[in-house]
């Protein structure tokens, strides 16, 4: 469980891919506390639930988007 405080330290990202100016999308970013923990949360509910990865998670996860294997936008 992520703490308010914790919460206020991070710097959040929308991608520029994102439709409407960043509305519709998730926003991460890194814990401030030196942990390498990352924050995801949505754009247009930023005050609802926030989920955090380790680091070891946030890579897997950024390795498959970048070897296609979440696009699911193709057969």
């Known amino acids: 469980m992520v ?3 914790e919460l ?3 710097t ?3 991608s520029t891919r994102s439709a409407n100016g960043g509305g519709q999308c ?3 970013g890194p814990l401030a506390d030196g942990s390498g923990r990352v924050a995801v949360r949505h754009s247009r509910r930023p005050e609802a ?3 955090v ?3 070891a998670e946030w890579e897997a ?3 498959g988007v970048k070897d296609g294997e979440f696009d699911f936008s193709t057969p």
């Open 26 to 28: 998730v926003e991460a």
């Open 12 to 14: 959040w990202r929308i």
């Open 61 to 63: 996860f950024v390795g």
């Open 53 to 55: 990865y380790s680091r």
């Open 8 to 10: 206020a330290g991070v």
């Open 49 to 51: 639930e926030v989920i």
């Open 3 to 5: 703490t308010p405080e």
